[in-house]
């Protein structure tokens, strides 16, 4: 006989199995159906585009001179600076970087506010790439209903054959991802040979395998998943968008009540849509945008495309699906006049995007062009020095009655040589100075060999007679130049003596 512990656990048990299957629901799979029109060719213009800079920038050069990498695009991890054509980072200058992305966000929002979901739709890798993945699936399986035959049908050779084909193309696809990934961060043609030669470093292989995994799965098999249930985007966009952004829209108040428009029907009682189910059978997203606004739209416009098709076999009025802001919609919807495109556009909340993006960009433009380096062979700016007084004491007096300070210098050569350096104090009368644990005698000038893309960190006591300084506070300088004659730079530094 049950005891009620037990009936308990069995009802919780039922009860948990019914919730489980009415929040649970299983993906169906979605074979976009192919589609001509003029947002489908963008598409495939942006594709193509996009994934030629993505496969091609690591193979571009750049003679950057002697010892200097040639790569146009490179992320040179070794030696942590960046290079992007004629532009070169190092890590001190990263607030470039910090400028330039924040650039690039406030770019993002003023596309969003404007265009709507337009990354999603046009230029997110994980759109790209899956119109790609579908575009092969297509070639080999053939149309939406092929594909779903295909699905359906029992496993046979014919069945194997092409799914096996399928697998290794998106393999391919995905490896060839990976790969162009680890490109921007070494030599691209040296590290294709290690990697086919199993001499690259485990962490590039590691790195192929993650990307060439992630490509093939998010591409091939979770596709619109990736977009509704993984990427934040969707939900941080919507606080960019209003009421004048526009989105792909339905004219529901045009389109309804739809239905087909037989001979025999009376069609003046219908709207436009004759319901033939086009723009849900395009859809990479499998949803019906004439249920509305959905977060899953991605605002790629291949509806508009196809019911734009059927719009025009059927000699019906275009643009029954369109891009269209809700002002307008509401105004159409109304019978009200609408705003002019050129409104939408130019209003507050775009102005305000573009004030802040331009003058952000102003000033990264300035930093751009005063501090970057032309790829000059010898260019300026290619020392880069820092000086430290030391901090354990303030000064000491030497037996002679000098004043002595210890200062940290670290230089650091960019130019990707070895480069010879004189190191000068001035504006301190009777001044001397000596490395310490190096050199014994004391000089005004110390002559360094810098090591290339290397920092040369030195401990330099720096001393002076104690009548030649004035009470307190000594500004004083230490020069660098390069023996080459290139450059010089000059260092302000402070030597403290007693103050009477
Ligand atoms: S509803 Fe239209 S715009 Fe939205 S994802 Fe589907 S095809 Fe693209
Ligand atoms: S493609 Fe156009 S006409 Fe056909 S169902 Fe969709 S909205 Fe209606």
């Known amino acids: 006989m049950a005891r009620i512990d037990d009936v308990d656990q069995i009802d919780v048990a039922a009860v948990n199995s019914r919730q489980h299957r009415s929040l649970y629901k299983a993906r169906e799979s979605i074979h976009p159906m192919r589609v001509a029109g003029v947002f489908r060719r963008l598409k495939w213009w942006i594709m193509g585009v996009l994934l030629g800079i993505y496969y091609i920038t690591p193979w571009l050069r750049w003679d950057r001179g002697e010892g200097m990498p040639d790569q146009a695009v490179l992320v040179d991890l070794e030696h942590r600076r960046f290079f992007f054509f004629f532009i070169e980072i190092w890590p001190q200058e990263f607030y470039y970087v910090a400028g330039l992305l924040i650039m690039a966000g406030i770019g993002l929002f003023l596309v969003t506010s404007v ?83 199993l001499d690259a470093s485990m962490i590039a292989y590691v790195t192929v395998a993650v990307l060439t995994a992630t490509t093939f799965v998010f591409g091939g098999f979770m596709r619109e998943q990736v977009c509704t249930y ?104 109304d019978g009200r006049p609408t705003l002019p495109l050129k409104k939408t556009i130019f209003r507050t909340t775009t102005l305000v995007y573009v004030v802040r993006r331009s003058s952000l960009r102003f000033g990264v433009l300035l930093c751009v062009l005063s501090r970057f380096r032309l790829s000059a062979p010898l260019p300026l700016h290619r020392l880069h020095v820092e000086i430290r007084r030391g901090r354990t004491s303030q000064f000491v007096q030497l037996s002679d009655g000098r004043i002595r300070h210890v200062f940290t210098v670290k230089i650091l050569s960019v130019a990707g040589t070895e480069r010879r350096v004189l190191l000068q104090l001035g504006d301190l009368p009777g001044g001397l100075m000596n490395v310490v644990g190096q050199d014994e005698w004391p000089s005004r000038t110390k002559e360094f060999v810098l090591p290339a893309d290397k920092v040369l960190q030195l401990r330099i006591f720096v001393s002076a007679p104690v009548e030649e300084l004035s009470p307190g506070a000594n500004s004083f300088r230490f020069s660098v130049t390069d023996l080459s004659g290139i450059e010089q730079a000059h260092y302000g530094a402070i030597f403290k003596a007693p103050e009477e």
């Open 230 to 333: 993984m990427c934040p985007w969707p939900r941080i966009q919507a606080a960019m968008m209003d009421e004048n952004s526009l989105t792909v829209t339905y004219q529901d108040w045009r389109g309804e009540p739809r239905g087909r428009h037989r001979k025999s029907a009376d069609a003046s009682l219908l709207g436009d849509c004759i319901d033939c189910n086009q723009c849900v059978a395009v859809c990479p997203m499998g949803i019906d945008i004439r249920d509305g606004q959905q977060l899953e739209c991605i605002n790629c416009a291949l509806c508009i495309d196809a019911c734009n098709t059927v719009m025009a076999r059927t000699g019906g009025k275009l643009d029954l699906i369109s891009y269209t802001t809700l002002k307008s919609y509401e105004a159409n919807a």
């Open 115 to 197: 265009l709507g979901r337009a990354w999603c739709g046009y230029a997110c890798p994980q759109t790209v790439w899956v119109d790609l993945y579908v575009h092969v699936e297509r070639w080999l399986e053939g149309d939406r209903n092929a594909r779903f035959r295909l699905d359906k049908a029992p496993w046979n050779a014919a069945k194997i054959r092409k799914r096996v084909t399928k697998y290794l193309i998106w393999l391919l696809i995905a490896v060839a991802t990976g790969g162009a990934w680890v490109f921007y961060f070494a030599d691209a043609p040296t590290l294709l040979v290690q990697l086919v030669t």
